[in-house]
């Protein structure tokens, strides 16, 4: 792809705005990965099941569910410099109110107000990257923010694990609440919805991005009405949902049971816990942006979106297929730490892919398309939350870890017809400027 002639050398203000992002994720996945490694000091406190506490997970990802419509809406309506600034600002006082429950009510309770701020998340962050990232910048750029959320959850358990060892469970949702409350005060400080309204931005670089976008005006002056009945009317939503569905159930189980599934199934310590749980996220990372970058490369080398979306994706959910079986069945704790890297690199694969799509597909409606399809990934991640307790008291860890290679090999065969070279939306009437 050719690039425009540009009047001056372009700034990159739409590189710290992505680091930006790669930091709204890392602090999302920071705050919700607390409550699983702190998940066996609270059950030994408040005397809680192993159904109970998924109950406790459940609720957080139920909300999370529900609200992201809502959330991705608020976004394409308001912008998201303002919404994502309120959104971790409404969480991060439940992050900290987490560590004032007392019972297995009020910690569902808790969790399910928490979720309903993070269901927000996501999508405004691609949202907010809609109007910043140029086309074949776009499969990098959610690797890459990706990468952060997996960083931020390979780095709380060891950090967790020191700070319940010296002051006990509570501190650690003090000390991220923190983190979240200074991120918002940036972001408000330093983001503007389009590269046009942002001082630092010259005009090379707001050239160069106008001509990624096809040419169109980077002023938000008019916001369009979000053609809902066009989205969830078009088969490709559909694919997509499930195809997301599929993977949110096999990450949420890495994201809340198991740290359990180390200390009960593979009998480590706590302090071992914090060690290898932190293993497979950090290999993750590594998938994260090796997904999204290689994705981008295909497509500049052959030109061909589906192709290069595709490819990357498909390998990456078989791969996570192949190695779930023996890290699950291997008699060896540490060989199957080993696999279950592997099968997280091969998962996390897929990920930036699966929100590029939601911007080839979503143009400006990207936090609406987004929403859509987290939802259903996140209802999947309810589920697999709640159902795990259940699947490990009635039939054991293996039968629930082993559920996860089917699916990875289920999404695998959703992802083929998806069309990410075709809008899903034809142009809607504009709205009044918010």
Same mark, same amino acid.
């Given at each position: 792809?050719?690039?425009?002639a540009?009047? *001056? %050398?372009?700034?990159?203000?739409r590189?710290?705005?992505?680091?930006?992002?790669?930091?709204?994720?890392?602090?999302?996945?920071?705050?919700?990965? =607390?409550?699983s490694?702190?998940?066996?000091?609270?059950?030994?406190e408040?005397?809680?099941?192993?159904?109970?506490?998924?109950?406790? !997970?459940?609720?957080?990802?139920?909300?999370?569910?529900?609200?992201?419509i809502?959330?991705?809406?608020?976004?394409d309506?308001?912008?998201p410099?303002?919404?994502?600034?309120?959104? *971790?600002?409404?969480?991060?006082?439940?992050?900290a109110?987490? @560590?004032?429950?007392?019972?297995?009510?009020?910690? =569902?309770?808790?969790?399910?107000?928490?979720?309903?701020?993070?269901?927000? @998340?996501?999508?405004?962050?691609?949202r907010?990257?809609?109007?910043?990232?140029?086309p074949?910048?776009r499969?990098f750029?959610?690797?890459?923010?990706?990468?952060?959320?997996?960083?931020?959850?390979?780095l709380t358990p060891?950090?967790? =694990?020191?700070?319940i060892?010296?002051?006990?469970? %509570?501190?650690?949702?003090?000390?991220?609440a923190?983190?979240?409350?200074?991120w918002?005060?940036?972001?408000?400080?330093?983001y503007?919805?389009?590269?046009?309204?942002?001082? &630092?931005?010259?005009?090379?670089?707001?050239a160069?991005?106008?001509?990624?976008?096809?040419?169109?005006?980077?002023a938000g002056?008019?916001?369009?009405?979000?053609?809902?009945? &066009?989205?969830?009317?078009?088969p &490709?939503?559909?694919?997509?949902?499930?195809?997301?569905?599929?993977?949110?159930?096999?990450?949420?189980?890495f994201?809340?049971?198991?740290?359990?599934?180390? *200390?009960?199934?593979?009998?480590?310590?706590?302090?071992?816990?914090g060690?290898?749980?932190?293993?497979p996220?950090l290999?993750?990372?590594v998938?994260?942006?090796?997904?999204?970058?290689?994705? +981008?490369r295909?497509f500049?080398?052959t030109?061909?979106?589906?192709?290069?979306? %595709?490819?990357?994706?498909?390998v990456? !959910?078989?791969?996570?297929?192949?190695?779930?079986?023996?890290?699950?069945?291997?008699?060896?704790?540490? =060989?199957g730490?080993?696999? !279950?890297?592997?099968?997280?690199?091969?998962?996390?694969?897929?990920v930036g892919?699966?929100?590029?799509?939601?911007?080839?597909?979503?143009?400006e409606?990207?936090?609406?398309?987004?929403?859509?399809?987290?939802?259903?990934?996140?209802?999947?991640?309810?589920?697999?939350?709640?159902?795990?307790?259940?699947? *490990?008291?009635?039939?054991?860890? +293996?039968? @629930?870890?082993?559920?996860?290679a089917?699916?990875?090999l289920?999404?695998?065969?959703?992802?083929?017809?998806?069309?990410?070279s075709?809008?899903?939306? @034809?142009e809607?009437?504009?709205?009044?400027p918010a």
């Amino acid at each position: 792809m050719a690039q425009p002639a540009l009047p *001056v %050398r372009p700034t990159r203000v739409r590189h710290i705005v992505l680091w930006l992002t790669v930091a709204a994720y890392m602090i999302t996945y920071m705050d919700r990965v =607390v409550i699983s490694i702190a998940a066996p000091s609270i059950q030994k406190e408040m005397g809680l099941s192993l159904i109970a506490m998924g109950w406790v !997970f459940g609720a957080f990802q139920l909300s999370y569910a529900l609200f992201q419509i809502p959330g991705g809406w608020l976004g394409d309506r308001y912008g998201p410099r303002r919404v994502l600034t309120g959104i *971790v600002m409404w969480w991060s006082a439940f992050t900290a109110a987490t @560590a004032l429950t007392w019972s297995a009510s009020s910690l =569902v309770v808790c969790r399910f107000l928490f979720g309903a701020g993070e269901a927000g @998340a996501f999508p405004n962050a691609t949202r907010s990257l809609s109007r910043w990232m140029l086309p074949s910048e776009r499969g990098f750029a959610q690797g890459l923010t990706h990468a952060g959320a997996r960083l931020g959850s390979a780095l709380t358990p060891v950090l967790v =694990v020191l700070l319940i060892a010296k002051w006990g469970w %509570r501190t650690p949702f003090f000390a991220f609440a923190g983190l979240g409350l200074a991120w918002a005060a940036v972001w408000f400080w330093f983001y503007r919805d389009t590269p046009e309204e942002h001082r &630092q931005v010259n005009a090379g670089e707001r050239a160069l991005i106008e001509a990624g976008l096809g040419g169109k005006p980077l002023a938000g002056s008019a916001r369009k009405a979000v053609p809902w009945r &066009q989205l969830l009317s078009n088969p &490709q939503i559909w694919v997509l949902s499930a195809m997301y569905a599929c993977y949110a159930y096999v990450m949420a189980i890495f994201l809340t049971w198991f740290p359990k599934y180390l *200390v009960d199934a593979r009998h480590f310590s706590l302090k071992e816990m914090g060690f290898y749980a932190s293993l497979p996220l950090l290999a993750a990372v590594v998938g994260d942006v090796a997904g999204g970058t290689f994705s +981008d490369r295909l497509f500049k080398w052959t030109g061909r979106l589906n192709f290069s979306r %595709r490819a990357v994706a498909i390998v990456g !959910f078989l791969l996570a297929a192949g190695a779930i079986p023996p890290a699950v069945l291997s008699a060896s704790p540490l =060989v199957g730490v080993a696999f !279950f890297c592997v099968a997280l690199f091969g998962l996390e694969l897929t990920v930036g892919v699966s929100w590029a799509v939601t911007l080839d597909i979503g143009g400006e409606f990207a936090g609406s398309v987004s929403s859509i399809m987290n939802t259903f990934g996140n209802i999947a991640g309810a589920s697999a939350a709640a159902l795990t307790g259940y699947i *490990v008291t009635l039939y054991g860890w +293996d039968a @629930a870890f082993l559920v996860l290679a089917g699916l990875c090999l289920l999404a695998a065969l959703l992802f083929i017809p998806l069309d990410c070279s075709k809008r899903i939306y @034809a142009e809607g009437p504009a709205l009044q400027p918010a």
